[in-house]
């Protein structure tokens, strides 16, 4: 059972930078893909980023793409989410995920298609 952590995040004023990270563990960590979501009050949770593990491609949710940064570190398997130029919109708990190792490049945008989560971290930008 892979299981991953989160820490980071915060509160920032409205063009502030902030970073989140995850931390994967487990008895064999072959994830495909890991993400991040966020989830707003009374809103979906909705795709941010995403980032193959083999190969390093990143993705991005036009919302985000040029101000926030994916990465990641294989020695600590460890994925990042480096958030510049933060906009009151950006405000959401912010969730870590991973697949089991078998998903598709047309499907990561989609939450479902994960099947492990963090606990989330809340990012919050004050206008």
């Known amino acids: 059972q892979v299981q991953l952590v989160e820490s980071g995040g915060g509160l920032v004023q409205a063009g502030g930078s902030l970073s989140v990270s995850c931390a994967a563990s487990?008895?064999?960590?072959?994830?495909?893909?890991m993400a991040w979501f966020r989830q707003a009050p009374g809103k979906e949770r909705e795709f941010v980023a995403a980032?193959?593990?083999?190969?390093?491609?990143?993705y991005y949710d036009d919302s985000v793409k040029g101000r926030f940064t994916i990465s990641r570190d294989s020695t600590k398997n460890s994925v990042y989410l480096q958030m510049n130029s933060l906009k009151p919109e950006d405000t959401a708990v912010y969730y870590c995920?991973?697949?089991?190792?078998?998903?598709?490049?047309?499907?990561?945008?989609?939450?479902?298609?994960?099947?492990?989560w963090g606990q989330g971290t809340q990012v919050t930008v004050s206008s």
């Open positions: 980032i193959r593990w083999r190969g390093g491609n990143t």
């Open positions: 487990g008895p064999t960590f072959s994830s495909r893909f």
């Open positions: 995920a991973a697949d089991t190792g078998g998903l598709i490049l047309s499907a990561i945008r989609t939450s479902v298609a994960y099947a492990y």
